[in-house]
């Protein structure tokens, strides 16, 4: 059978196949560490993660249609038996609407626009999730082994009496009145929900009757829970987790005009989490960077508490490797794209030999990238001042043609030698080739991918990527970053008129792969601008950080700050500008830069933080991606600076200084090859 | 010629639809932007008629680097217009990204408000969210106006660079949320423009996954803005599946034209549609009138759009002339209180 189709087409998969298919695709490989157990056992768990890290893919299996797919297939439920039993119910804040809330005024009496606004978003909250148990409820209905597994009793009588109990008790404040049974709170509850998305469009005000019911956050969702435990349709000791998805999407509605955040819807649902009901346990997926400092809960003195109120489960921590532990990222990128791979008909052995490796093969040796750029102009990689010795440039020229890449690291050597004023060297101790020694290996490791970066620049020539190691590192964590690679590198490989079932006899050709990627890249490089909350100024900043980093790594002859693929800023300038600050941390919340914590070489600095282009970026601006030496150290002056260049700010905001010092990396304290603290 | 079965739905410039309008009782809602031709339409009318009663929304820049420039052209503007004849306390400033219920309670109120039997809307500066709004609310049926004009100038010129940038999130525009569950077959319709405002992203990665998708291109236009229309399409679908996606072409300035094209895309409202409003505003505003006639039920028509916050001051440049006299599409909505869409 030819199979012409694109595994990868679908980048969003989880959040648009049936529950079966999901079943057949969904990785287990998350789910193996004993995190992410937390979020099928009782407790309130705050899921944070950025864009494309598994987080929804994680959620979804706490649906009912999942689970009822897992109960009726041959695959084996992902997780152990004690996270096997539960139901769940849930609201994705964008996609119901919850976040129109922000757009309409409420005039009501004398009261607060802005706390009324709250109590109705709590009231809608609560009557949407309320609907959605009960459609829980009505999907297990119809499937009695599933339902019998779970121990559920869903019958008529049963929900009538269940109905109309609920329907009395105080917490809808006459909400409810006159259901007396199951059909009719079902259709009590839709006529509410559909009150409020007329009055979020526009169309209509709310009715008195749901003006003077606003309930408290989460009480009728604990009620409900309480009631069908009462009346024996969920057995006791079964969890109920609620999904609130989409909590970043809260930050929108509450910009103040001087660009900080009023927290108040967020805090609406630290009201939901914060009353330490084990009725009910609440599961909300997040971004990092909506978090907000005290976490108070609305209407309240108080804060949520970690550990006490809820735990966090940050997927991007879980994926990332520390000290003792290895990253779960390759083992969970080699197990989605086996599963892609093989739903597209492609069968691969995996048991000796990763599902990428096999396909992309192995990563080239920097020496072998170095041949590849310098084809046969040897000469054209050096750019040797004329007051050198000709044996020097001979041996150096020689060396290029066995080993450019050895011969590159050379010309660097001497020049930060000479560049030092120390004692003459003679050509013996050149020849003996010292940066190729295992003394220097520390040396000679920093600076592989500026002389790559050098090499090709001087060849006019693209750097490279491809193979499994490439493209996992390129992905940078994100499980999106890595499909969409894939999708460009599969869309080169059938476009050269192959089939997929070709691939497992023959690997992916390295041109292929490399296309792909630069193709991937400079998507991801557009996408930028489709982001919200300033996506085009983002777009333009890093057009102009990314061709600043690789100007200076290019012209850095010597190699002298082979860490400038990054920058640091100290913690002090940051505190100190807010603006830049805030600029920042939506480069990194919108996945355009990552940023770590470090301890910069001269103490007088301080704590500071360092920023690199999100992995993906590295091909379009020709940069090399791994994170090593000490970064570019900068300094509020420079990001202002390329703040305006970017016309992200204007050149007479007051802001910005109108007369800049001129920046250069010597005054850097940074130790190379004759650093005697080496 | 008006076949048998279809609806005069008058329009063409100023001067021909009004030549057989009602003279008196005009009052008109519009916006005053960066863009010279905002004030277009008033000054024009104001030379003939008069309006009874004006509301015009002063859309205040948000903050961008070109924030000064953009401020000091809206507030020319707003002189202009004062200058012209309108009063100042007819103008309502807001800031373009201001929550839409600051702009709905004034629009709310005038429409209340509102003694006069015909109305003009220009369309010319208001951004989409606005003028989708108050298209739906004047043509319910409660509303009384007898006869309602949209109108929109033509500008001599865009500007070059980016036209509009930093897009809100994908999203329903207010009053066009369409249905709760959307059914399984529904078609998307996009009105192709010169700014994609992160439209291609969200089809690469899958938003529409799974739908019929027709492309409006407007058609013919001059060529360099064709070209950008090819690029727009382009970037939208690099290797368009004939399956999934059809191209309608439209004359970018016939309305009636377009709500048909769109109409036969969704049967008339048997068949559910998402529109994406990235075309000319004449497209856009067919669009509107569709989406404001077949919105109820379950099969309700959305509209969903990233509407950008921050826009070129020089958007557009001057005011098309033909023989002297600006170029002011108008197009006859409800006559004698008879919607025309």
């Known amino acids: 059978m030819k199979i012409s189709k694109n595994p990868f087409v679908d980048l969003y998969v989880t959040e ?14 998350l789910v193996e560490d004993s995190q992410t157990h937390m979020l099928f056992q009782p407790g309130n768990v705050i899921l944070t993660g950025l864009q494309g890290s598994g987080k929804t893919a994680l959620l979804n299996l706490l649906k009912p249609e999942v689970f009822v797919a897992y109960f009726k297939s041959d695959v084996e439920w992902p997780l152990p038996s004690h996270c096997a039993k539960f139901i769940s119910a849930g609201i994705n804040l964008a996609r119901s609407s919850a976040i129109d809330f922000g757009q309409r005024q409420v005039k009501q009496g004398d009261y607060d626009q802005e706390k009324i606004i709250a109590l109705y978003f709590a009231d809608f909250i609560n009557y949407w999730i309320v609907d959605d148990l009960l459609n829980t409820i009505d999907i297990f209905r119809t499937e009695d082994e599933a339902s019998a597994y779970l121990g559920l009793r869903i019958e008529s009588d049963l929900l009538d009496m269940f109905a109309a109990e609920l329907s009395k008790n105080k917490c809808w404040l006459g909400g409810l009145e006159s259901v007396n049974s199951y059909s009719a709170l079902k259709e009590k509850i839709a006529a509410r929900i559909a009150s409020y998305r007329d009055f979020l469009n526009f169309n209509s005000e709310l009715p008195t009757d749901i003006q003077v019911s606003k309930t408290s956050p989460g009480e009728p969702i604990s009620i409900v829970a309480e009631l069908l435990r009462n009346h024996h349709i969920i057995p006791e000791e079964l969890p109920i987790f609620i999904k609130i998805d989409q909590f970043e999407n809260l930050m929108g509605l509450e910009k103040e005009e001087d660009g900080s955040f009023s927290g108040l819807f967020r805090s609406t649902i630290m009201k939901f989490i914060g009353t330490r009901d084990e009725r009910v346990s609440y599961r909300i997926g997040a971004r990092p960077y909506s978090y907000y400092p005290d976490f108070s809960m609305y209407g309240t003195d108080t804060s949520v508490e970690e550990k006490r109120d809820f735990q966090r489960l940050d997927i991007g921590n879980l994926l990332s490797r520390k000290e003792a532990r290895l990253s779960l990222f390759p083992k969970f990128c080699n197990d989605i794209f086996a599963r892609r791979l093989n739903e597209a008909g492609i069968k691969l052995n995996t048991e000796k030999r990763s599902a990428t490796s096999q396909v992309f093969g192995k990563r080239a040796s920097p020496s072998d990238k170095a041949k590849d750029y310098v084809k046969n102009n040897f000469q054209a990689i050096f750019k040797l001042p004329t007051d050198w010795p000709n044996e020097s440039k001979i041996f150096l020229i020689d060396l290029a043609e066995r080993d450019p890449l050895s011969a590159k690291l050379g010309e660097a050597w001497i020049m930060q030698r000479i560049a030092k004023k120390q004692p003459r060297f003679s ?35 693209r750097m490279k990527w491809y193979g499994a190691d490439d493209v996992i590192a390129l992905s940078g964590r994100n499980v999106l970053v890595f499909l969409t690679i894939n999708q460009f590198i599969w869309s080169e490989y059938l476009r050269t008129g192959k089939t997929l079932d070709q691939i497992g006899t023959e690997s992916m050709p390295n041109s292929i792969q490399d296309m792909g990627i630069q193709e991937a890249s400079a998507f991801w490089f ?116 390329w703040l305006a260049e970017a016309k992200v700010i204007s050149t007479s905001d007051n802001t910005f200084p109108q007369t800049k010092r001129k920046r250069t990396l010597k005054n850097i304290d940074q130790k190379d090859l004759f650093d005697e603290r080496k | 010629m008006i076949r048998d079965d279809a609806t005069f739905r008058p329009w063409g410039s100023l001067s021909a639809v009004f030549s057989n309008a009602p003279r008196d009782n005009w009052s008109c809602i519009g916006a005053i932007s960066t863009e010279e031709r905002s004030t277009a339409l008033f000054e024009k009318f104001c030379e003939d008629y008069q309006f009874e009663r004006t ?40 800031n373009l990204d201001a929550p839409f219920g600051d702009y709905s309670v004034g629009i709310d109120r005038f429409l209340e408000e509102l003694e006069f039997d015909n109305l003009i809307v220009d369309i010319t500066a208001m951004p989409k969210r606005l003028f989708f709004y108050i298209i739906k609310k004047i043509l319910l049926p409660e509303t009384r106006i007898s006869n309602i004009v949209v109108t929109y100038t033509e500008p001599r010129d865009y500007g070059v660079g980016a036209l509009a940038e930093n897009p809100r999130a994908w999203a329903a525009l207010p009053s066009f949320l369409g249905p709760r569950r959307v059914p399984a077959e529904n078609k998307i319709v996009i009105g192709i423009g010169y700014e994609p405002l992160g439209l291609p992203e969200l089809v690469s990665t899958g938003e529409f996954e799974g739908s019929q998708i027709s492309l409006l291109f407007p058609f013919p236009s001059q060529p360099d803005r064709v070209a950008k229309n090819w690029k727009f399409a382009r970037d939208l679908f690099p290797n368009i599946d004939t399956d999934v996606v059809s191209i309608s072409r439209v004359d970018g300035t016939n309305v009636p034209e377009i709500f048909d094209a769109i109409g036969r895309v969704g049967d008339y409202g048997d068949i559910q549609l998402m529109l994406a409003p990235f075309g000319p505003k004449p497209v856009s505003l067919a669009m509107a009138l569709y989406a404001s006639k077949y919105s109820n039920g379950d099969l309700s028509t959305s509209v969903f759009y990233t509407q950008p916050t921050v826009y070129n001051p020089n958007y557009s440049l001057g005011v098309k002339e033909i023989d002297g006299v600006p170029v002011i599409n108008s197009y006859c909505i409800r006559m004698n209180g008879v919607n025309n869409y």
């Open chain 1, 427 to 461: 050509f013996a101790e050149i020849a003996e080739r010292p940066w190729d020694q295992a003394n220097r290996t520390w040396w000679k490791k920093e600076r592989i991918q500026q002389a790559l970066l050098q090499i090709s620049a001087r060849r006019q020539q």
């Open chain 1, 16 to 29: 648009h196949v049936s529950a079966e298919k999901f079943v057949r695709i969904f990785s287990p490989i």
């Open chain 1, 526 to 641: 557009r996408k930028i601008k489709a982001d919200p909350n300033g996506g085009d100024d983002r777009h333009r900043f890093i057009n102009v950080l990314g061709s600043f980093l690789r100007t200076k790594l290019r012209e850095d002859s010597r190699m002298s700050y082979p860490g400038a693929n990054g920058f640091s800023l100290s913690e002090k300038d940051l505190g100190e500008n807010l603006f830049v600050t805030g600029f920042l941390d939506r480069c990194e919340a919108y996945g355009v830069l990552e940023t770590v914590k470090h301890t910069p070489k001269s103490k007088s600095r301080g704590q500071s933080r360092k920023w690199y282009l999100f992995s993906i970026l590295s091909p379009y601006f020709q940069i090399p991606n791994p994170h090593t030496k000490e970064p570019f150290y900068a300094n509020v002056d420079d990001v202002q600076h």
């Open chain 2, 55 to 94: 509301m015009f929304f002063k859309l205040v820049p948000s903050h961008s680097w070109h924030v000064n420039q953009a401020t000091e052209l809206t507030n020319r503007n707003c002189d202009k217009i004062i200058d012209l004849g309108l009063e100042e306390e007819d103008i309502l400033p807001h």
